[in-house]
């Protein structure tokens, strides 16, 4: 890790002059506060929230105290005069599926794991085709079969459904292990992944996991035997299986919140400063609350008290020249759901869309950090992709005023976490929007119920905010619009 520097010449072409900070920004910079932050966090992530998942009572309660909060400090609501982007999503339902082998039937969550996809109106017998552990499957005849293979990645699942099978069967390696997790991956997968289309326009093919005592028990052999002809599976004679995989629909009604601040001079030009304030819930009777304290209350307070300090600044007198969009979105934890929507359906027009400063889990500090007893500092993820001057904007607002340790380890193309994908700024950036990422990195607490109020670090949490309350200040003010003048050099193919 290296505190950076800026260069003379970076100052220059920014038309910065680094001689002295701007006492308006510092006065304003300081209404941020651990005080305040642990005020609204403490609400945000309660028990009384239940984890603010998309859809839910919870997540609605906390879009109507995040409602209040900009309403009471004078924002203005630019979705039709209120602060919701109210919009559907659809989920599946796979509560109704089932294979039956000779012992009987197997029921989706409670024997057998399903995956998705079909819509049948009757059940259906299907002949069984073991492939072991075989990741070749020229020349064999699987159109229109159930395909079971030894469990292994997702590549194999693909293979199978490019060579034609009708359902993909992936045994488990561990009937025990299987059995055990089988409850918690129930709960993962018995509803589908929230979607934008009602109507499901993937690929058809069914994808199921189940135990080697069900393949067993497919074939009329042993479980010996299938693991024996593993590398041999043209051994073991075709079976037979009936399978019924019945969609239910749910509808999911969701909103994002958004607050406005109108500019003065560049007011048609428009900075976003976001979060998203979903999380990931709670179990099913509601015993375990995953708060989202870190993840990502911290970031949802800190554009909350953002929003504070420059509508105070408005009211004073101090309005930026650029208008502010805060935008917090729902459904990140579902697939960046919430920000992909509002990229699709803009409150403003995205050529008139400056940057995009999105904060995800400014809260904690990480373990290395810990470590080392260096609590000042944020990884900042995404600042050179787009505009040669952004980065230098962020490291001015840096040096100048809060000397945090800016961490770009994650810009890296060949970064295996990817957090670049993994939060709402990358809707945005896919865009042509230059983009920066404020983040702490991961934690042990990471999607937990352990994620609480109480192992937040608040003042680190308010420096961090800070930075990119100045950074805004800069962006919402500077004589010229960050430039697009870089070629992204990440993947926007795939986030997995």
């Known amino acids: 890790m290296r505190k950076l520097k800026l260069s003379l010449f970076g100052l220059l072409v920014l038309g910065l002059i680094a001689n002295a900070q701007d006492k308006t920004a510092v006065k304003y910079a300081n209404t941020i506060t651990p005080e305040d932050m642990r005020s609204k966090l403490s609400i945000l992530a309660s028990d009384e929230f239940g984890g603010r998942e998309t859809g839910t009572e919870g997540q609605k309660k906390a879009s109507r ?19 919701r982007q109210k919009f559907d999503m659809y989920q599946s339902d796979w509560s109704d599926v089932y294979i039956k082998t000779r012992s009987g039937k197997k029921a989706n969550g409670k024997d057998i794991i399903f995956l998705g996809y079909a819509n049948m109106a009757k059940e259906e017998k299907l002949d069984a085709v073991y492939v072991g552990k075989k990741t070749d499957f020229a020349g064999m005849d699987l159109n229109g079969k159930a395909v079971v293979a030894m469990a292994g990645d997702r590549a194999t699942v693909g293979k199978l459904i ?8 992936m045994m488990a390696n561990d009937d025990d292990q299987f059995t055990q997790t089988l409850p918690r991956q129930a709960r993962a997968f018995m509803m589908g992944r929230l979607r934008f289309d009602k ?16 393949a067993a028990d497919m074939f009329k052999a042993s479980i010996e035997d299938l693991n024996a002809n593993a590398e041999t599976p043209e051994k073991i004679k075709t079976g037979t299986v009936r399978v019924f995989a019945k969609e239910k629909i749910n509808t999911i009604n969701t909103e994002n919140m958004v607050a406005f601040l109108e500019g003065t001079d560049l007011k048609d030009e428009v900075l976003v400063i976001s979060s998203h304030y979903d999380h990931i819930g709670q179990n099913e009777d509601g015993t375990v609350i995953n708060n989202g304290a870190d993840d990502d209350g911290s970031g949802t307070t800190g554009v909350m008290e ?31 759901l919430g920000s992909a929507y509002y990229a699709d ?19 904690r500090i990480d373990p290395e950090h810990e470590k080392s007893g260096n609590r000042d500092y944020v990884y900042v993820i995404g600042s050179e992709k787009l ?5 230098v904007i962020s490291e001015f607002a840096n040096i100048t005023y809060t000397n945090l340790d800016l961490d ?11 957090f670049y994908y993994r939060s709402d700024h990358y809707n945005f950036a896919k865009k042509g929007i230059p983009i920066i990422f404020y983040f702490n990195g991961t934690h042990a607490d990471y999607h937990r119920p ?3 109020v109480d192992k937040i670090a608040f003042d680190v949490m308010a420096k961090r905010a800070q930075l990119v309350f100045h950074t805004a200040w800069i962006l919402a003010n500077r004589d010229q619009r960050t430039p697009v003048d870089r070629e992204d050099d990440m993947d926007y193919g795939s986030r997995d």
């Open 65 to 83: 105290f995040l409602e209040e909060f900009y309403q009471r400090i004078g924002l203005e609501g630019p979705a039709n005069g209120t602060y």
């Open 162 to 169: 490019e060579a034609g099978a009708k359902a993909v069967m």
């Open 199 to 214: 109507e499901y326009k993937g690929d058809p093919s069914m994808t199921f996991y189940l135990t080697q005592a069900i």
């Open 306 to 336: 953002i929003a504070e300090a420059f509508a105070q600044a408005a009211k004073e007198g101090h309005r930026p020249r650029r208008s502010i969009l805060f935008l917090n979105v729902t459904g990140e934890e579902k697939g960046l």
């Open 345 to 363: 359906n803009p409150l403003f027009p995205l050529e008139n869309t400056v940057n995009n400063l999105n904060i995800d889990m400014i809260g």
């Open 387 to 391: 505009s040669s001057h952004l980065k």
């Open 408 to 418: 770009y380890r994650y810009d890296d193309p060949n970064d295996r976490n990817r």
């Open 450 to 452: 352990t994620d609480t």
